[in-house]
């Protein structure tokens, strides 16, 4: 399964965007992640409630702009991937 | 797009004629002077490869279509203004200091704007020409500094007027293949370590000045341009090691430098105006404008980091609880996003000029100079007073690393047990660094002094308008949205209590 991240630019950040990508890199070791492809899901980390990082029209999507723990962000990474699944 | 080490790499293919403390700089690129400043400007090249930041490091070229890096842009957007800004913020956090390739990303974007005005008016090819320069810049990811202020001599007579003309640049030859210009420019921010210099006019020039009335770009080790690298405060600490600095990796502001041009070629294809004195007024105004613009981006970055270093001092010292700190530190941050909230409102409110780019609202963009001119020192305040005395009494680096003093040292400059003395000497000189010295009158001068502000805040406020509304309000003039209201006039309205 194919996993694009895609950041906002990070000019203030309320709390540490990069933390997403850890805990999803650190709980899905499977995924292939990268930063620009075409893939089954793309993750929005958006550093604030503006919500730079977001792209309307996505498909499959998840977007973070705010602290999340850990248990909920592998909690939505694998509703995104069950929706994915045939 | 270059990297950081690459841009590092770029710089030594050039041989600039620089002079700092009597020599000759050999290389701009490992000079300890120099090398901060270097590095805070490579920031600029590394965070527009990084996948975390290049939403708004990047942007994509209107001439070409390629991913450029964001600083060779030309704006064809608010969005992209407000981009810019963030992108500053940004680099302010990640440098503590100036990255100083905003000034050429202003110049090639006021020049944009005004040689396409110019050609309408003259029929001239500036515009293709800054059009073909901007190409070059974004094709091979240069850094041009911006230069505008000329050194001006006896401030109360106009260019022509100086006992010496070479106080302001100008043409002092015309070729078939070109201009050959004199004079100088002052303060211009990252010169030594940009790959190409914009000479733009620095004031508005009347009929009789049409020499001075030129614009021109010269790669930094073109013939006859000599840089006289300036001192700033404490810049020799940068020889003692990496404690006293404050910031040693990228120093403070933006390392500046009086550019002379003795009598410099210039080939046409890089000659952007050559006598159009009544484009000079425009051309100042739109590059002053996108230059103040930035300031809410770039100093409240680096206010972040003053910031984040007071309250550092602060839990280092034990007194980050005391209710007077916490106030003074929200203080601080209300004073920052103050600034960074002009920065947006000029960016949002910006506007598309017939040469399709977009600028700032001027107004704003000056009123956000203008805070930067006070906001600075006030936030500075407080960073001294929370850190106390001793950022300014702190014993030497050497003294430290001295065995026969290392230990008393550690012990009496100790704050709170957990933090070891090292750590807490070396925030105290960050806010050393951030709040003394350079950055202060850099806050105060860069973009323009407070009174250029002022004078563009009046002539772009529309007093009229506020003197006719206060006139309706008062009841000098008529209101008709009252008598809309109210369904009768205000005389009668207020019959009845006569």
């Known amino acids: 399964m194919k996993v694009a991240i895609k950041y906002c630019g990070g000019c203030n950040e309320n709390y540490s965007r990069e933390e997403v990508e850890k805990v999803i890199r650190k709980n899905f070791p499977d995924l292939e992640i990268f930063y620009s492809k075409p893939a089954n899901v793309v993750v929005f980390i958006s550093g604030c409630k503006k919500g730079c990082a977001f792209v309307h029209g996505t498909e499959n999507f998840l977007h973070f702009d705010c602290k999340r723990s850990e248990e909920e962000i592998v909690e939505e990474v694998k509703r995104a991937l069950w929706r994915e699944k045939p | 797009m270059m990297s950081g080490k ?3 790499e770029s710089l030594r293919k050039l041989k600039p004629r620089i002079y700092f403390m009597g020599r000759r700089i050999e290389s701009v690129a490992d000079d300890p002077i120099l090398a901060p400043h270097v590095n805070a400007a490579a920031m600029t090249y590394e965070l527009a490869l990084d996948p975390r930041y290049e939403e708004i490091t990047t942007a994509v070229s209107h001439l070409t279509g390629e991913k450029i890096n964001r600083f060779t ?3 064809q957007s608010t969005e992209d203004l407000v981009k810019k800004v963030r992108m500053l913020r940004l680099l302010g956090q990640k440098t503590g200091s100036c990255f100083q390739r905003c000034v050429g990303c202003d110049a090639i974007n006021a020049l944009y704007i005004t040689c396409y005005d110019i050609d309408k008016k003259y029929g001239t090819d500036y515009f293709e020409r800054i059009k073909d320069y901007v190409k070059y810049v974004q094709k091979n990811d240069l ?3 911006g230069a505008m202020t000329d050194v001006k001599g006896d401030r109360s007579k106009r260019p022509g007027q100086q006992v010496d003309k070479d106080l302001y640049v100008r043409v002092v030859e015309k070729r078939e293949d070109g201009i050959v210009v004199r004079g100088a420019k002052a303060h211009i921010t990252g010169a030594v370590n940009s790959h190409e210099i914009i000479v733009m006019p620095t004031r508005a020039l009347e009929a009789d000045e049409k020499e001075f009335a030129v614009s021109f770009a010269v790669p930094v080790d073109a013939e006859g341009v000599t840089m006289i690298f300036g001192r700033q405060t404490n810049d020799l600490r940068r020889l003692d090691g990496d404690i006293d600095c404050g910031n040693a990796k990228y120093a403070t502001v933006g390392g500046e430098a009086l550019v002379i041009f003795d009598n410099v070629f210039v080939p046409w294809e890089r ?3 050559c006598g159009e004195h009544d484009f000079t007024a425009q051309l100042v105004e739109v590059f002053a404008t996108f230059h103040r613009q930035n300031y809410g981006g770039c100093k409240v970055g680096v206010a972040d980091v003053l910031i984040g270093a007071t309250a550092n001092v602060a839990e280092m ?9 916490v106030d003074k530190i929200t203080e601080m941050i209300h004073l920052a996003e103050t600034c960074w909230c002009c920065s947006l409102a000029c960016s949002y409110e910006g506007y598309r000029t017939p ?3 977009y600028m700032p609202n001027p107004l704003l963009a000056n009123v956000t100079k203008l805070n930067i001119t006070r906001f600075p020192y006030e936030w500075s305040r407080i960073a001294q007073d929370i850190t106390g005395g001793i950022v300014i009494t702190l014993p030497s680096e050497k003294d430290y690393r001295n065995p026969e003093t290392r230990d008393l040292i550690e012990k009496y400059m100790k704050g709170v047990a957990e933090v070891p003395t090292e750590q807490r000497m070396r925030m105290i000189r960050l806010v050393e660094n951030l709040s003394i010295g350079a950055e202060l009158p850099e806050s105060m001068h860069g973009a323009g ?11 772009r ?3 009229e308008m506020k003197k006719e509304i206060a006139k309706i309000i008062a009841g000098i003039k008529p209101d008709e949205n009252f008598r809309k209201i109210r369904g009768v006039s205000e005389e009668e309205y207020f019959a009845r209590f006569k």
Request: no cysteine; hydrophobic share 45%; proline share 5%.
């Open chain 2, 73 to 75: 842009h030309i704006h």
């Open chain 2, 449 to 459: 002094s407070p009174q250029a502000q002022k004078i563009m805040i009046a002539r």
């Open chain 2, 271 to 273: 000659v952007f105006m």
């Open chain 2, 143 to 145: 850094m041009p500094a």
């Open chain 2, 355 to 357: 040469s399709g780019a």
């Open chain 2, 317 to 325: 010292q034990g007194i980050a609880k005391a209710s007077h700190v």
């Open chain 2, 6 to 8: 690459e841009y590092i």
């Open chain 2, 461 to 463: 406020s529309n007093l």
